[in-house]
């Protein structure tokens, strides 16, 4: 069982729980456990450090004062993950990038080397 800590009464609560068993702060956004609802440390806002609030395509209603958010995403953290990816080689960046732009290809590819499989095989 995956554990986080309520940011309200800071109880060991199921990293899945939607509402706090405690204290029934909201844990999760809209009732639904795969949505995660960023909340802000104390006095401080979420738009001050969110990526989308820097570069100007947040169009949340809060911006600048939201204190919690769904789309939420660290500025520094969101850099620390480009830098890291710049890191791996450029032939895997340009592979990676052609296997994600022509699924379709390989699918019907894939498929089509299995029916030959099966024709050959019978």
């Not at 009732?31 to 450090?49: F, M, N, Q, W």
């Not at 169009?59 to 600048?64: A, G, L, S, T």
């Not at 789309?71 to 791996?88: D, S, V």
């Amino acid at each position: 069982m995956n554990n986080t800590f309520c940011p309200r009464c800071k109880q060991q609560v199921d990293s899945q729980a939607v509402t706090c068993p405690y204290c029934r702060t909201e844990l999760k956004a809209f009732g639904h456990p795969g949505i995660p609802l960023h909340r802000a440390v104390k006095d401080e806002y979420l738009c001050s450090t969110c990526t989308y609030h820097i570069d100007d395509s947040c169009n949340f209603p809060k911006r600048p004062t939201a204190k919690e958010c769904t789309l939420y995403q660290n500025f520094e953290e969101y850099q620390a993950q480009q830098e890291q990816q710049n890191q791996k080689p450029i032939f895997y960046q340009r592979f990676q990038k052609w296997l994600q732009n022509n699924q379709t290809l390989l699918l019907l590819t894939a498929l089509f080397v299995v029916c030959l499989l099966i024709a050959v095989s019978t």
